[in-house]
C-alpha cells in the first residue's frame, strides 16, 4: 500500500515549490534589470546586451557574476583577436616580404593586443582578489590595445575582421568599465 501525504503536507510541499520558482524568477528580473542598467550607460546598448547574454550565467547575474562575465567577454575577444593578427603575420611570412607596410601594422597590432590580453588578465586577478580598484583602469587599458591597432592603419584599410575586432574589443572595454562603477558609485 502506497502512503500518500496528508493534504497539509503536500500543501506545503507544492507552497515551498512556488516559493522557490518565484524567487528564481526574482533573481531573473534583477539580472534582467542590472544588465538593462549597465548597457543603458553604454554607447551601444544592443551591443551591450547581446555581449553579456552571450554567457549562459547572465540571467542569474549578480554584480560580482557580472564583473567576471564582462571580463570573460573582453579576454575571449581580445585572445581571439591576438590569434587572427598572428595569423596574419604568419601568413605574410610565408608569402614573402612584399607586404612590410602590412607586417609592421599587424606587429603594432600585436603589441596592443598583447598589452589587452595582459591587462585583462589582471583584470580578472583584481576581480579573484575582490578588490575591484582596478578594473576600470585596466579595461582603458586593454581597450587603448584595440585603439593603438585602428591607428596603425589610419588612412589605409586594416581587414574586416580585425576593425570588427578593434572595434568590438572597445565596446566590451567600455562595458567592463561601466561595470567596474557599480563596485565604487554608492
Do not use: W
Request: with cysteine; aromatic share 6%; net charge neutral.
Amino acid at each position: 500500500m502506497v502512503s500518500r501525504p496528508s493534504p497539509p503536507r503536500l500543501l506545503h510541499s507544492i507552497s515551498l515549490l512556488l516559493l522557490l520558482l518565484l524567487s528564481i524568477f526574482h533573481a531573473s528580473d534583477a539580472a534582467t534589470a542590472l544588465v538593462d542598467k549597465v548597457c543603458k550607460q553604454t554607447s551601444s546598448y544592443p551591443f551591450c546586451v547581446r555581449s553579456l547574454y552571450s554567457d549562459s550565467r547572465t540571467p542569474e547575474a549578480d554584480e560580482y557574476t557580472l564583473a567576471y562575465i564582462s571580463v570573460g567577454v573582453a579576454y575571449n575577444n581580445a585572445t581571439s583577436t591576438q590569434h587572427y593578427i598572428s595569423d596574419q603575420l604568419r601568413s605574410i611570412e610565408v608569402n614573402g616580404s612584399s607586404h612590410h607596410d602590412q607586417q609592421q601594422r599587424l606587429q603594432m597590432c600585436s603589441r596592443g593586443y598583447q598589452r589587452a590580453v595582459s591587462a585583462l588578465t589582471m583584470a580578472h586577478n583584481d576581480l579573484d582578489s575582490e578588490t575591484f580598484f582596478e578594473l576600470a583602469r585596466l579595461a582603458a587599458k586593454a581597450s587603448s590595445g584595440a585603439n593603438d591597432c585602428k591607428a596603425a592603419f589610419k588612412g589605409v584599410p586594416s581587414p574586416t575582421a580585425l576593425a570588427k575586432g578593434n572595434q568590438d574589443l572597445v565596446h566590451l572595454c567600455e562595458i567592463c568599465g561601466v561595470v567596474a562603477k557599480l563596485f565604487t558609485v554608492m
